[in-house]
C-alpha cells in the first residue's frame, strides 16, 4: 500500500508541473508584472523565475534517495528519522520527505485540495517557502507559516496573478519599496492654496517631494525621500457649476515647467452627465502633450443607491467618458479607490477592460489591479507648497513612463 502511495505522490506531482505558466493569458499577465517591476521590488525573481522557467519547487522538494525502510515498515517512535520517508500528518495526509535528527524539512504532501511542495515546520505544518497546485488549477508559490500564506507571494487565479504581502491566507496587496528610481507625481486643487482663511502660493521653482505621508514606514524607503515631481494632476470642475479658481495658473506653470500636467474633474452623482461634461470641458485645458483627462469617482454606497444603484452609475459616467474622449480625442482615465474596485466595478467590466485605473490606497500595499498610477498617500510634503499633499507614483518605471506619455497624452 505504502508504495502504491509512494507512486500515487510523484504522479500528482507530475502533474503538478504542468507549465501551466504557459497559458496565453497567465503569460501576459506574467510579462505585465515583469515590465513594471524591477530587482528592487519584493519577490521579483521569484515571480521572473517562474515566468521563464515555471514551477521548478517540485524540482527543489522532491525528495531524493531511496526510501528508508523505517519509512515502510517500521513504527515511528522506535527509530530516528533520518533520509527519505513516507509519513501521514497529524491530519492523515500523506507526505513524502526529506528528515534529519528526526525532523522533516521539506517534501511534497497531497490532499483534498491538492498539492504541496517545500517546507515544513515540526508539526509538518507548511512552513517556509513552497508551493500549492490547488485541485482547481489556481497555484501558489512563497512564504507560509502553520499551513498558511504568510509574507510574500504570488497566486494565479482564474489566470489573474496576484503578487504581494499575505496574511493569515489571504492576500493583501503589494507591499512596496520606495525609491528614487520611482515616478512621482502628486495631484492637487484649491486646498493646495487654502487652508481656513489663510491662502497660500506654490513655489514651482523649488518644488521636490520630501514625505511620503505617515503611513509610509522608513524601512519601506531606500535613501532619503527627495524625489522630483514628473507629472501632475490639478483639479478643473465639479459637478455642473464648480470651478477651481487656481486651475489656470497652476496648468500653465506646469506647462512653463515642461512638467506633464493633465485636468480632472469630481463627479456628482446628482448631476446630469452630459452637462458634468461639458462644465469640465469649458473650464479645462486640453494642449498637445497634455496628459489624458481624469475623472474623480468617489460615491458613498448611499449616493450609488440614491441614483438608482450601480447600473445607473457606471451608465452616467459612460456618458461622460465618451463626450471628454470625443472632445480631447483621448480615452480618459478612472480614478477611484480600492473598495470601489472591490465592490462596485465588476458591474462594468467593459470599463475595466477598456480604461487605465488611477486607485487610492494609502499606506504600504499597492493596488491589485492593472493601473496606471495609485495615491498613496493624502498628507505627503512637498517642498514649495505649505498644506499636505496628495503623492502619486506611476505604475512602471522609466521605460514604460515614456511609453505612456507617447501613447495616452493628447495629441
Avoid at 502553520?146 to 496574511?167: M, P, S, T
Avoid at 469640465?280 to 448611499?302: C, Q, T, V
Wanted: with cysteine; charged share 25%.
Amino acid at each position: 500500500m505504502r508504495y502504491i502511495l509512494t507512486l500515487l505522490i510523484y504522479a500528482i506531482a507530475c502533474g503538478a508541473n504542468a507549465q501551466y505558466h504557459q497559458k496565453p493569458h497567465v503569460k501576459a499577465e506574467l510579462n505585465y508584472y515583469l515590465q513594471r517591476h524591477d530587482v528592487q521590488d519584493e519577490g521579483f525573481d521569484m515571480v521572473a523565475r517562474y515566468a521563464n522557467k515555471g514551477d521548478s519547487t517540485l524540482t527543489v522538494y522532491k525528495p531524493n534517495g531511496k526510501i528508508s525502510p523505517f519509512g515502510m515498515f517500521f513504527n515511528w517512535k522506535d527509530f530516528p528519522r533520518e533520509g527519505t520517508g513516507i509519513v501521514k500528518d497529524p491530519k492523515g495526509r500523506p507526505i513524502m520527505g526529506t528528515f534529519h535528527a528526526d525532523t522533516l524539512v521539506s517534501g511534497i504532501r497531497i490532499d483534498s485540495l491538492g498539492t504541496y511542495a517545500g517546507q515544513f515546520n515540526r508539526f509538518m505544518e507548511a512552513s517556509g517557502h513552497g508551493s500549492f497546485l490547488y485541485t482547481n488549477n489556481s497555484f501558489y508559490e512563497g512564504h507560509w507559516e502553520n499551513d498558511q500564506r504568510n509574507g510574500f507571494g504570488f497566486c494565479i487565479y482564474n489566470d489573474n496573478l496576484k503578487a504581494g504581502e499575505w496574511r493569515n491566507d489571504r492576500f493583501r496587496g503589494e507591499r512596496m519599496n520606495y525609491h528614487s528610481d520611482r515616478i512621482y507625481g502628486i495631484d492637487i486643487s484649491r486646498y493646495q492654496h487654502e487652508r481656513g482663511r489663510k491662502r497660500y502660493s506654490i513655489d514651482w521653482n523649488r518644488m521636490r517631494i520630501t514625505s511620503l505621508g505617515r503611513r509610509i514606514s522608513n524601512e519601506r524607503v531606500t535613501g532619503t525621500v527627495d524625489y522630483p515631481i514628473s507629472f501632475v494632476y490639478v483639479k478643473a470642475t465639479e459637478g455642473i457649476s464648480i470651478s477651481n479658481k487656481y486651475f489656470i495658473s497652476d496648468y500653465e506653470s506646469c506647462r512653463r515647467k515642461g512638467v506633464p500636467v493633465g485636468a480632472y474633474h469630481f463627479f456628482s452623482t446628482r448631476q446630469a452627465p452630459r452637462e458634468q461634461a461639458s462644465h469640465f470641458i469649458n473650464n479645462a485645458r486640453f494642449k498637445h502633450g497634455d496628459l489624458p483627462p481624469m475623472l474623480d469617482i468617489e460615491p458613498s454606497d448611499a449616493h450609488i443607491k440614491q441614483m438608482g444603484g450601480p447600473e445607473v452609475l457606471f451608465r452616467n459616467i459612460r456618458i461622460w467618458l465618451d463626450i471628454v474622449e470625443r472632445h480631447t480625442s483621448t480615452r480618459p482615465l478612472l480614478y477611484v479607490n480600492q473598495r470601489f474596485v472591490n465592490v462596485w466595478l465588476d458591474y462594468a467590466p467593459d470599463l475595466k477592460r477598456n480604461y487605465q485605473f488611477w486607485i487610492a490606497r494609502y499606506g504600504e500595499y499597492k493596488p491589485d489591479i492593472h493601473l496606471a498610477f495609485w495615491q498613496l498617500c493624502s498628507d505627503g510634503r512637498v517642498t514649495g507648497i505649505t498644506p499636505d499633499v496628495d503623492i502619486d507614483a506611476f505604475n512602471g518605471y522609466q521605460g514604460q513612463w515614456e511609453e505612456f506619455l507617447r501613447e495616452h497624452c493628447i495629441k
